[in-house]
DNA sequence: GTGGTCTAGACCACA
DNA sequence: GTGGTCTAGACCACG
């Protein structure tokens, strides 16, 4: 699991690190149980402060992503399962789907970048390693 | 065009008039070529100050959604249609998928979400009660 | 002499009547001595306020370009002809230039298009009239 | 870098900074990752209000000549190269030509004065300090 | 009467 | 300690 973060960025560097972890998750790069690096050993390796990873993994921990170990240790939670996205990520679904129909683009193709976008680097799911 | 505003949200209140705004020329609520609240009475109407106002409609007149003329007064613009969506948006739309992928939607009820965002309050455009 | 006036501009309407007339006589389509259309006429022709038209003509008379005629009428002056640009001028180009160096743009390519705009629609200077 | 503000200027204030600090990149007097003076020294220094500043730096972001990462602190950008001057430096170049022809120089005059503004305090730079 | 600009404060998120 | 955001006023250019 690599982290590429974008000093230069307006998003915060804790939610860049959320965002991707999410992904990883997503995508099974990250799978449930597996051990998340330290915090320490992260701040170190993407050279940023340690208060901001622990906000990330506060985050993480807080949406139940991620959860403590029996250790202390950090690990990836098993999936939530809700069902359903939470009304906050719908609204900016609906904000990003206005501004992609401003752009021109019609319905259709408008759902096949959603899929693709959920497709994202989930292909070799179980057999990437 | 009503605007609801939450003091209390993380997003700036400058963003959310954005928002709104996008969403609501989307849905065909607002047409081009139709006049806004001008800056003061808008800042009256929600309760917030003149110069956040501005910088909603600074943002979406950069963006290209509105059009301040030299004869006063901001009107929405014409629909340019810039082809297709910045990858910016990919990037959110692949952190949305994401998460609704740990949700645990599917592809498919992930595509009906999003074509409902599309469609968003855009259906019945003279009978919406 | 037909005016090209953007609505939408951020410059004042007045100034960019003001610049299209200077563009005017530079290029020999005003030739001095001929008489400009009054400010009623102008305004209605353009659809703007007459105190706008007004405005540009109080401008172009004060820098020197245009002067009152003898019955009151408006008449190109014949060029000043100080032999340098005016410091004010010479800022802007300044400016211009430096924009123009970050764009990634050599000194013979910016000296080109700068002879380019010295010669704007002045072809046939003596010709067309 | 010192800016020289005119209060009294019907340019407005942050565009004078604005300005200023593009002449001063485009000098080499702000190298590219050079540190630029954060928004409450700079409008304590000049005098003016930190929103002032502050409108000037977004101007100066957005145009791409300066980035502010999520580590606090505003530097000068690398000169990306746009490639061309977009049509609008093309129409003030043309303005500004018309009025040095109507002010009597010759084009040969002009495009001298333009390789001056190109080459404006840029000549001595590993010389001076 | 419109938006553009500016002031002199303030609180907060981020790192 | 940085920039981001917001407030409650104010003056001015423009049309």
Redesign the pocket.
């Known amino acids: 699991m690599l982290l590429r973060l974008d000093m230069a960025s307006q998003t ?4 860049q690190i959320r965002d991707q972890m999410v992904l990883g998750i997503a995508a099974g790069e990250l799978a449930p149980g597996e051990k998340l690096p330290t915090i320490r050993a992260l701040a170190g390796q993407c050279g ?2 340690m ?2 990873v622990n ?1 990330a993994y506060a985050l993480l921990r807080q949406e139940g992503y991620i959860t403590t170990g029996r250790r202390g240790g950090t690990v990836v939670a098993g999936s939530p399962g809700f069902g359903a996205l939470p009304e906050r990520y719908a609204a900016a679904l609906r904000i990003i789907a206005a501004e992609a129909r401003l752009a021109g683009m019609d319905e259709d193709a408008f759902a096949a970048l959603c899929r693709e976008a959920y497709n994202y680097n989930s292909k070799g799911d179980g057999d990437d390693g």
Chains 1, 2, 3, 4 share one sequence.
């Not at 915060?12 to 939610?15: K, T």
Request: charged share 20%.
């Open positions: 915060p560097i804790y939610r940023v402060n208060m901001t906000k």
